[in-house]
């Protein structure tokens, strides 16, 4: 009860510092024209209105600043002629002029400067409040992500379930559509895992298990489990190895596990983005020092506008692409790339369809 009679207002604070700075300037104009007056003309004590003059850039509003740089600089001419009233020289008058326009260029740099740190001081309070928000933001989706992830698995169970025919027969046109829901919690579950993937890689970094990795054979692994994705769409999968059709190994130091996504998430893509009978090709290269997979689909292209973007996260693209995703496969794919020291981009091919591609650092066979 004591502490709270004890505690002061703020604005009674604010108050008294407002008073307290008014009165240390008013002490200091007394001084300097104290020195001013009582001394003859040519002795310039005017400068020292400098020191109220800053006090009150750092307390006063800006009219209360101009009006002090005002008098100050009128009190330095009316000692050319009070009280001595004696004849003027005219390096007095030259010095007392040049002392006025100090006076002027002192007051307008720290009111400038004083704008400045305000806008600077605001500037970094809204970049404080985005950061907190931004997460905020991550925080909400990452635990929103992970608590999705369980009722997805019991469905994908459940659905499970009833095709092995657990709760009694089930008919072929049943299975079917069985069939289509699994295969719709699944992609959803890996959306789901993407979402929380990505937001874990930004916030923590992507780590990596790494052995000696051959693409080619993750290529056709990654391959075997779109098949059923390609014929319900009718994309013909083919595979080739640059300018020879000669098999070979590509190999790499690299975690199996995220390349196979990156496999995933452009072959994926290229199947989504061709037309029905079209066909999506993945491009094995061998180079001495690094190894280059391209996949390239039947599509319809990407825009130049979109190109510099593909690979944002969440971005999606505006152009004529058949389908449109959630923005993440690309980004974490892009993440997954970068994390191996390697390189992933896009590319338009003539006279249609778009071409995705990455490189990563080659190891020798003698190394596996």
């Known amino acids: 009860?004591?502490?709270?009679?004890?505690?002061?207002?703020?604005?009674?604070?604010?108050?008294?510092?407002?008073w307290r700075g008014r009165w240390s300037i008013a002490?200091?104009?007394a001084i300097?024209?104290?020195?001013?007056?009582?001394?003859?003309?040519?002795?310039?004590?005017?400068?020292?209105?400098?020191?109220?003059?800053?006090?009150?850039n750092s307390r006063l509003s800006r009219l209360s600043k101009l009006q002090i740089?005002?008098?100050?600089?009128?009190?330095?001419?009316?000692?050319?002629?009070?009280?001595?009233?004696?004849?003027?020289?005219?390096?007095?008058?030259a010095n007392r002029s040049i002392a006025v326009m100090a006076l002027g260029v002192t007051g307008y740099l720290r009111d400038r400067n004083q704008q400045y740190e305000e806008a600077i001081a605001q500037t970094?309070?809204?970049?404080?409040?985005?950061?907190?928000?931004?997460?905020?933001?991550?925080?909400?989706?990452?635990?929103?992500?992970?608590?999705?992830?369980t009722p997805m698995l019991g469905a994908i169970e459940t659905i499970k379930a009833f095709q092995s025919a657990k709760f009694g027969e089930v008919t072929p046109s049943q299975q079917k559509v069985l069939a289509t829901m699994a295969r719709s919690h699944k992609m959803t579950l890996q959306l789901v895992e993407t979402l929380l993937d990505v937001y874990r890689n930004d916030t923590e970094g992507l780590k990596l298990q790494l052995a000696p990795v051959n693409l080619v054979a993750l290529a056709e692994e990654v391959i075997a489990t779109l098949i059923d994705l390609s014929a319900a769409r009718r994309v013909y999968i083919n595979m080739s190895y640059g300018e020879s059709d000669f098999r070979r190994s590509l190999w790499v130091n690299g975690d199996a596990v995220q390349l196979q996504r990156v496999f995933v998430n452009l072959l994926t893509n290229g199947i989504n983005h061709s037309p029905r009978g079209g066909k999506v090709e993945v491009v094995m290269e061998f180079y001495s020092s690094y190894q280059i997979v391209k996949v390239i689909d039947s599509g319809l292209g990407i825009t130049a506008e979109e190109l510099p973007h593909l690979f944002e996260r969440f971005y999606q693209g505006n152009g004529d692409r058949q389908a449109k995703g959630s923005g993440l496969g690309l980004y974490l794919s892009r993440q997954i790339i970068d994390a191996h020291g390697g390189i992933v981009w896009a590319e338009n091919k003539s006279p249609h369809g778009a071409l995705f591609g990455f490189r990563l650092p080659a190891i020798s066979a003698n190394e596996n």
């Open 1 to 18: 009860m004591f502490q709270n009679l004890l505690k002061i207002p703020k604005n009674v604070v604010i108050q008294e510092k407002y």
């Open 27 to 29: 002490i200091l104009f």
């Open 32 to 56: 300097v024209i104290v020195l001013e007056f009582s001394t003859p003309s040519e002795y310039l004590f005017g400068y020292l209105y400098t020191g109220p003059i800053l006090l009150a």
């Open 69 to 93: 740089t005002l008098i100050a600089a009128a009190l330095t001419l009316l000692n050319l002629f009070f009280p001595h009233g004696e004849t003027l020289a005219l390096a007095t008058v």
């Open 124 to 149: 970094k309070a809204q970049l404080q409040s985005q950061q907190k928000l931004a997460s905020i933001r991550e925080d909400f989706v990452s635990t929103l992500s992970h608590d999705l992830k």
